[in-house]
């Protein structure tokens, strides 16, 4: 999986190697997907598709594609060994999604930079 790009209705096929495999696969797909969102990767590149990924991947899923988004811009070194809790905390917690969000908001310019305290 590694060595592939996603393209074009692989979040179908997702549900499908679940459905067929069991759950034991559903993790790994899940990852590859997370990253290859957050990645802009394959069928990704294109914005249109990453929108329409919103409406057919899971929200742990959508939320561990936004962690490490989010964390690859904020410490773009990182070794994807140490991004492997992104999975686990989306997966854990419902607000994952909320985290990602809260971080972009952390280090955005505010536009008051140079503006008396």
Do not use: K, N
């Amino acid at each position: 999986m590694e060595q592939t790009e996603p393209r074009d209705r692989d979040g179908a096929v997702r549900d499908e190697l679940t459905r067929r495999a069991g759950g034991y696969v559903q993790a790994e797909v899940d990852a590859w997907l997370a990253h290859a969102l957050a990645a802009h990767l394959g069928h990704y590149r294109d914005p249109a598709a990453r929108e329409e990924a919103a409406g057919l991947l899971t929200p742990p899923v959508l939320a561990h594609a936004a962690l490490l988004a989010e964390l690859a811009r904020l410490v773009p070194t990182a070794a994807p060994g140490e991004l492997a809790f992104a999975a686990r905390l989306a997966t854990a917690e419902p607000e994952a999604a909320d985290l990602a969000a809260l971080l972009t908001r952390a280090t955005e310019p505010t536009g008051t930079e140079g503006s008396p305290a």
